[in-house]
């Protein structure tokens, strides 16, 4: 994106090489993920009162829907122009333990004005939870994010245990050092010994709302969602072990923040989250944006 003085910064975290993406220990750098994003307790679930069993790669959960993950395939192209491309992906019925037929296309436009803009369109043969969003690490400009500002237009966020798996209760953010409503600089959550792996209630309803923003040194960006959760991630795993990185030297715990607009995690196993459930012939849009200004001298 263009800053202050025009020249173009990368706001992405990542690998120097387009195949190092495919490699196994990825830490999903900017990835489309799904079938379902984030975790669902113990690999499994029950809809219409039929119990399914996730592959779920040895793990105790489901994470990101696991070795059968959208992050792991190769997406066909279907359209493109100038400044929007189509990506389209077919998940065969039972492929990690998940019922049905999901078509999804996944459209990514970059507009004049520095908006990305991705658009998720599914539609399955069957009733099934699909959760889909974009797991980018973002740095808007300094050493690591502990000089950006974090605000999160949300009340409460979803209490985790130790696994970070949903307990099925939120917790308000009142009087607390989550609470995001006025904005805080990342440094002193971490000097607070906050790390975030959080998921933000951001209710939506459905309608496309500003929901986030991130202030760095060279650029600032607001998020707009129409999906009702934000899962906000400070990067606490990256580490230098990581190989082929754009960084010299490789990345360090905080150097990028994920802002994942999503269904709540392990929703298939709480009646009373938002059902994040797509209807047998029902076709579904969710819509991510992330809007880019340069910060002036």
Not at 14 to 30: A, D, E, I, K, R
Not at 81 to 93: D, F, M, Q, W
Not at 194 to 207: E, K, P, Q, R
Request: with cysteine.
């Amino acid at each position: 994106m263009p800053d202050r003085l025009g020249n173009l910064y990368d706001v992405l975290l990542g690998y120097q090489h387009p195949t190092s993406y495919l490699q196994t220990h990825n830490p999903y750098f900017n990835c489309a993920v799904g079938r379902y994003a984030n975790r669902i307790k113990n690999g499994c679930f029950e809809l219409k009162q039929i119990a399914y069993a996730l592959d779920t790669g040895g793990q105790k959960h489901s994470l990101h829907s696991g070795p059968m993950g959208f992050d792991k395939k190769l997406w066909q192209l279907v359209e493109q122009s100038n400044n929007e491309i189509t990506l389209g992906l077919v998940s065969e019925e039972g492929e990690g333990g998940y019922p049905g037929r999901l078509d999804v296309k996944l459209i990514y436009r970059l507009t004049q004005n520095n908006v990305l803009h991705i658009r998720y369109v599914s539609s399955c043969d069957q009733d099934c939870p699909v959760n889909l969003t974009f797991h980018g690490y973002f740095n808007l400009g300094g050493k690591g994010t502990g000089g950006h500002q974090l605000s999160i237009d949300a009340m409460s966020y979803l209490e985790v245990d130790g696994d970070l798996i949903p307990s099925g209760r939120t917790l308000s953010v009142e009087n607390s050092g989550y609470d995001l409503r006025e904005g805080r600089l990342l440094a002193e959550l971490y000097a607070e010994g906050i790390t975030l792996d959080h998921c933000y209630v951001v209710n939506t309803l459905g309608s496309l709302q500003q929901v986030a923003k991130l202030v760095g040194e060279q650029l600032s960006m607001t998020v707009h969602t129409n999906l009702p959760g934000l899962q906000v991630y400070t990067g606490n795993g990256l580490h230098p072990g990581i190989e082929g990185v754009k960084k010299a030297g490789g990345y360090t715990a905080f150097d990028g923040v994920c802002l994942e607009a999503q269904y709540y995690p392990d929703a298939p196993n709480h009646p009373h989250f938002p059902s994040a459930v797509i209807k047998a012939g029902e076709v579904r849009t969710d819509i991510i944006e992330y809007s880019f200004t340069s910060i002036m001298a």
